[in-house]
Each structure stands twice: as structure tokens, then as C-alpha cells.
């Protein structure tokens, strides 16, 4: 079931917070809850109920790990969930990559019939990896089966995130009474509405524009310079404002139910260094890597090159945590290539100058390089073989000639050549590609413009910055009410054709 899917939309989730505020009304807090985790687990179960077994058995054993470790302290049980957490995610997500490697480097012939990818296990798993390390010292004072349930279960960041720590949710779920505020309900609408419309019409839009052309590199086409470029942005794009869409939905359903989610996505084209980026995009799959494999491997108390190798290995483990293929470990390794170089040109620069404050020129000139290369990551990233990601790279740096595209070449006054033709209404889709840029770099995000109403827990203090002009903010106003409702009616007209979130690939 997805969040932009008409039984969603008009189904599920009216009767999901109407069940809720209806159960709140008896006294205790058990009856709501343990409504939300059943909707969740139909919700779960929607797309495959025989994977309603796996997570059950996962909660199980890790609530009953969790208490173990507790109320006596032991390395042994903690890697025994270790182990038991990542073994399943092993066999679910990666059997099938070992074996054709394996199969590769050996010139065996081993088989394994195809395993379908249970959905979310990523973020489950990582979820209650995290909740195991902190019962082990001796964080977690949690008790109930029921709100545990709900800590790994709850819908709406089930599951594509944001990965939540239990000191954030487990705290709220333990509320006695369930309050109605229309303020929840006002604020949370507004949230999810902006984020569908991130997705549908503007996500699915410049995908259109990207699609083709990683298509057609997969299929062997040698593309030329703007093909390449334009293509490359505009998945560019296509994956903030999924992503941005889809973390805006969550943080908006939940507020419906009174939780409030941590910050997943903060305006991350927006960084100067790559160190800033990782602050700014998943912030919570970051901050699991910081706390749970990079300070693990000693972070950076050990020395200059024992800090880059760590860097470098937590973002080869975030790339391979993305998906089973080589392309995803190049990407992880860029990103901890550019990690080390920011690092160590962070140091030289302050022994050659000091802490002396940048210019505004510096700031955009770092800004650039940034997101030059966080777009050759993304090629990896989006590329289904190594071969079709080089050969983008190739295009990008002019290998096979610099043409307009053959379908704006009519608007440049220039004849058409043989190029690639993009699927429908190109014209439109540069357009969206133009605003959807425009809203990328230089517009405030939903954090900002709901700020007067804390959406978000901000995972780093001070991360969602206040705007200049406090008159932009969303308020509870008949004006704010038609700009809303005139934002839901485009998108349920984009919304004919469903399309999952990319990140629920993952």
C-alpha cells in the first residue's frame, strides 16, 4: 500500500486516525496503541502477508534479546542478536549477490533461486540493531511488548525511515491519555500534502526526463554530452523530492496520531562540504552509522589514518546497506573517498589560514564541487551495471560528442540529430525539471515553513534554521487552507499512475 495511492489516501488512513482518537477516548493507553500496531502490521501485511511471520519473529527475539541484555549485561547475547539481525538480512538481502560472485571468482555453478527482498527489513533491522547495542549499556528502561511493537512497527516511517532511535519514540508511545488537538491534524495534513506533491508532480515528473536516459546507457547507447548532463540532473532531482516527499509524508502522519519523527531531510543541496551533506540527507541513517559502525571501529580517537580507513569502511557498509551490487559499493566509496579528502583539506586549511570566516564566492564555489560530486555518486547509485555508469561518466565529460538533445534541439533553432527522444511532453518536463531546481537550492524546506509548530526532533541541535521573514511561515488561515487543498487537487490529477518511493527499494 502506498502513501500516494488512492486506498491509502481514502481508506486506510481515515480509519486508521479515526480508530485511534475513537479508542483514545476509553481510559488507558493500551487500546490506541495496540490499534496502531495492528493497522501497521495490515499496512505491512498489505503488500505481503507471508513476511508478516519474518517481522513478528524479528520483534519477538529482539524484545526478548533487548530484556536479557537489560537487566544483565552480556557480550555473548549481544552478538548473538547481532548475528541473528544481520544473518537474516544477509540471507534476504545479499545470499543472491555472494553466490553470483562467488560463481564468478570461482567458475563455480552454484544456484540459489531468486529471494524476494522482505519489504523494510533494512530499516527494521538497523532499527533494532541499535535498540539491542543501547539495552546492552544500559540504556533502555522499556518494558512493554506492546509499545515495543509499535517502536518497530509504526507505519508511517516503517518503511523507508527515518530510522528512529527508542529514547524518541518509546517516550511518546508511553503517554497515558491520547489528546485530540486539531493543531496535529492541521499541521500533519499539511506535511503529507506538501510531500505528495513533491513526489507526484514534481519526482515523477524529472524522472522522465532521467529514466530514458539511464535506459538507454543500460541498453548500450552511447549518449552524448547533454544527454548525460540532463539525464543525470534530472535523477538528481528526482531523488531529493522523492525522498523529500516521502520523509515529509511520514513526519506528517504521524503528527496526525500526536508523534512527532525525527529530521530525515534537511535541504541537503543546499551543503558546502560533503561532511555537511551527510549532516543534511538521511540524517538518521547517518547518524546510525556515526554512533553504531564508525565510533565502533574507534571513530577518530586513533589517529589521522586510522580515522580515514574507519571513514571509508562506514561508508562502503552505507553503500552496501543501500542495495546488493557492486555499483552501490562504488558509491559508498566515493562518499568515504570524499569524506577522507574534506577532512584532511579541512586540517591543512587551518594550518595554512586559520579559522578565518569564508566568503560568500568560497560558499558557492564549495557548494558546486559539492554537488558535482554527489552527482557522479548518484550515477552509481542509479546506474543497474558498472559498465552503463561509466559510460555516463564518459558522456559527461564529452567522450561522445556535445549535441542539444534531439528533442530541444527545435527550440534552439538547430536541426534535429540522432539522439535519445524522451517519452512525453518534453517541454513541460524541463520546465518542472527548472522549478524543481529553483525549490532545491534556494526555497526554505517544510521544517522552515512549519517551524512555528516544531514538526520535527531535530536530530543535531539547531539543525533546522529560523527564516528571515517569519510572514512565509505556514499558519492555521483560510489562505493557508486554499493554497493546501489547491496542492491536494494537482496531485491527485498527477496521480494516475502510481510509482513507488525509491527508497522503498531499499
Not at 501497521?40 to 530484556?67: D, E, H, M
Amino acid at each position: 500500500m502506498l502513501f500516494n495511492s488512492y486506498t491509502f489516501i481514502y481508506l486506510f488512513l481515515p480509519v486508521a486516525v479515526i480508530g485511534f482518537y475513537l479508542l483514545g477516548r476509553v481510559r488507558g493507553g493500551a487500546l490506541p496503541i495496540a490499534w496502531l500496531v495492528a493497522s501497521s502490521l495490515f499496512f505491512y501485511g498489505w503488500w505481503n502477508p507471508a513476511y508478516l511471520g519474518l517481522i513478528a519473529l524479528s520483534i519477538t527475539a529482539n524484545y526478548a534479546l533487548g530484556l536479557r541484555l537489560s537487566s544483565r549485561r552480556s557480550s555473548v547475547f549481544l552478538a548473538l542478536g547481532v548475528v541473528f539481525n544481520l544473518g537474516m538480512l544477509g540471507y534476504f538481502k545479499y545470499a543472491n549477490f555472494f553466490v553470483s560472485n562467488a560463481n564468478h571468482l570461482f567458475g563455480s555453478s552454484w544456484h540459489l533461486d531468486k529471494i524476494v527482498l522482505p519489504l523494510a527489513i533494512s530499516f527494521f533491522t538497523f532499527q533494532q540493531v541499535a535498540y539491542l547495542v543501547d539495552s546492552h549499556r544500559g540504556e533502555v528502561k522499556e518494558r512493554s511488548f506492546l509499545r515495543y511493537c509499535l517502536f518497530v512497527t509504526f507505519f508511517p516511517q516503517l518503511i523507508a525511515g527515518p530510522i528512529v532511535h527508542h529514547k524518541e519514540m518509546l517516550p511518546q508511545f508511553g503517554a497515558k491519555r491520547v489528546r485530540f488537538r486539531p493543531s496535529n491534524i492541521s499541521v500533519g495534513l499539511t506535511l503529507f500534502l506538501l510531500g505528495l506533491f513533491k513526489k507526484v508532480v514534481l519526482a515523477d515528473e524529472v524522472a522522465q526526463l532521467g529514466t530514458p536516459m539511464f535506459d538507454a546507457a543500460l541498453g548500450g547507447k552511447a549518449l552524448d554530452f547533454s544527454e548525460a548532463w540532463i539525464g543525470t540532473f534530472a535523477y538528481t532531482l528526482q531523488l531529493y523530492f522523492d525522498f523529500s516527499g516521502y520523509s515529509d509524508m511520514a513526519i506528517g502522519l504521524a503528527r496526525l496520531f500526536g508523534i512527532v519523527l525525527p529530521l530525515n531531510f534537511n535541504s541537503p543541496y543546499r551543503a558546502t562540504n560533503i561532511i555537511e551533506f551527510w549532516r543534511r540527507w538521511h540524517v538518521t541513517l547517518s547518524r546510525f552509522l556515526r554512533d553504531y559502525v564508525y565510533f565502533s571501529l574507534g571513530g577518530n580517537k586513533k589517529g589521522a589514518t586510522r580515522r580515514y580507513v574507519n571513514l571509508m569502511a562506514t561508508m562502503i557498509l552505507g553503500g552496501l546497506w543501500h542495495g546488493a551490487a557492486w555499483t552501490f559499493v562504488a558509491w559508498g566509496f566515493l562518499h568515504g573517498l570524499y569524506l577522507v579528502i574534506t577532512h584532511a583539506w579541512g586540517a591543512l586549511r587551518r594550518r595554512l589560514f586559520g579559522e578565518g570566516e569564508s566568503t560568500w564566492w568560497g560558499r558557492a564555489v564549495a557548494r558546486a564541487v559539492t554537488m558535482l560530486g554527489v552527482m557522479v555518486g548518484w550515477v552509481f547509485f542509479r546506474a543497474e551495471s558498472f559498465d552503463s555508469a561509466l559510460s555516463i561518466l564518459g558522456s559527461m565529460i564529452g567522450l561522445n560528442g556535445v549535441n542539444p538533445p534531439a528533442s530541444l534541439a527545435p527550440y534552439f533553432g538547430l536541426e534535429p540529430v540522432k539522439g535519445l527522444i524522451y517519452s512525453r511532453g518534453e517541454l513541460s518536463q524541463f520546465c518542472t525539471l527548472l522549478i524543481a531546481a529553483l525549490l532545491a537550492f534556494f526555497s526554505i524546506n517544510t521544517q522552515q515553513l512549519l517551524g512555528r509548530y516544531r514538526p520535527v526532533l531535530e536530530t543535531y541541535p539547531g539543525e533546522v534554521r529560523p527564516v528571515k521573514y517569519r510572514q512565509l511561515q505556514w499558519r492555521a488561515t483560510p489562505l493557508w487552507a486554499l493554497i493546501v487543498v489547491a496542492v491536494f487537487v494537482l496531485s491527485m490529477i498527477y496521480t494516475s499512475e502510481l510509482s513507488e518511493f525509491l527508497y522503498y527499494q531499499f
